[in-house]
């Protein structure tokens, strides 16, 4: 079955680096496009972006865009993200997200915490 598991969050302070993994499981992962999305508390989830199959295109919420970065490794059913300049508005859990639509979309990793304090 599909899996994914997200990695490499925790406590930051602002401007800081972090970097997240999520490694997937159970289906064709060079096959579809990826994304992060993230919940901060008391709000609802939201996209932070996208990357699409091949690794070469990708987008981005204007919220974060200058400042964090996706990738891929297709060969390792891995993607990233490099959050840098942190703000404290980041703060959330983090989530990867198969697809854009269908069935495969509807899965969800458990997510890593990202807390951005000083």
């Known amino acids: 079955q599909v899996q994914l598991v997200e990695s490499g969050g925790g406590l930051v302070e602002p401007g800081g680096s972090l970097r997240l993994s999520c490694v997937a499981s159970?289906?064709?992962?060079?096959?579809?496009?990826m994304a992060w999305y993230r919940q901060a508390p008391g709000k609802g989830r939201e996209w932070v972006s996208r990357i699409f199959s091949e690794g070469t295109l990708s987008n981005f919420a204007d919220s974060v865009k200058g400042r964090f970065m996706i990738s891929r490794d297709n060969s390792k059913s891995t993607l990233y993200l490099q959050m840098n300049n942190v703000k404290l508005e980041d703060t959330g859990i983090y989530y990867c997200?198969?697809?854009?639509?269908?069935?495969?979309?509807?899965?969800w990793g458990q997510g890593t915490q990202v807390t951005v304090s000083s």
């Open positions: 159970g289906f064709d992962f060079s096959s579809y496009a």
């Open positions: 997200r198969p697809g854009l639509r269908g069935p495969i979309h509807d899965h």
